[in-house]
């Protein structure tokens, strides 16, 4: 049987890379915003069984803080893509999440100019329907609860002030490693120096001591 050759190999692989679907991983949303600036709120669900067709549908409730309202603000979908129902959001929310395909899994929205109005209580709801062989389908609802506040001055987080410290620290072992590194080498050079010098030395003693030799024969030749 003969081998199989390199180039049927590299089609293989390339047939089974562009079978392959990009996996969908579930991340919490980040909570702390700055008002003035653009945020992000994360909202992922994922699909438990990637090989079923399905499509979804997402809104969006905010319950802003010391209030006991919860107020639908958004809803996106692939057919309608996004549209705002609360006017504290209008013209500030940008849809970042799945596009071009119905099914939705990542449902994350973009808060172009936070303000104070916007810390509260979100709640991103997510509206899957599983469509099965002999046209049976499947609905799946998913919420997820995500608390925002809203600060004047970002806080750094204690994961930032540790790598701070590691880099410092880091920088400080290497700069004390390179000089340890080029003291030893300068002593290095200056030993090879001196050793050099020395044997260069000895070779101008000994070509003297025989050159004085040969002058004393010749002398007592004469």
Request: proline share 1%.
């Amino acid at each position: 049987m003969a081998a199989p050759r390199p180039v049927s190999l590299l089609l293989f692989g390339l047939a089974l890379v562009t079978l392959c679907r990009g996996g969908c991983v579930e991340v919490d949303a980040e909570t702390e915003a700055v008002v003035g600036n653009s945020f992000k709120i994360r909202c992922i669900s994922c699909k438990k069984r990637s090989e079923t067709e399905a499509e979804a549908f997402t809104e969006w409730f905010f319950k802003e803080e010391g209030t006991t309202d919860l107020v639908k603000i958004l809803r996106y979908d692939y057919y309608e893509r996004l549209n705002i129902y609360d006017p504290r959001f209008e013209d500030l929310v940008v849809w970042n999440g799945t596009k071009n395909i119905a099914d939705l899994q990542d449902v994350s929205i973009f808060i172009l100019n936070v303000t104070f109005e916007h810390k509260g209580e979100y709640i991103c709801s997510v509206n899957r329907t599983l469509h099965f062989a002999n046209e049976f389908s499947y609905n799946i609802m998913v919420n997820k609860t995500i608390h925002l506040d809203v600060v004047e001055k970002a806080n750094r987080d204690m994961a930032s002030i540790v790598s701070e410290i590691m880099m410092y620290v880091l920088i400080v072992v290497l700069t004390i490693w390179l000089v340890a590194e080029m003291i030893y080498c300068y002593k290095k050079i200056a030993a090879a120096t001196e050793a050099a010098a020395q044997e260069n030395a000895s070779e101008y003693l000994a070509i003297t001591s025989e050159s004085k030799e040969n002058c004393t024969g010749v002398q007592v030749a004469e």
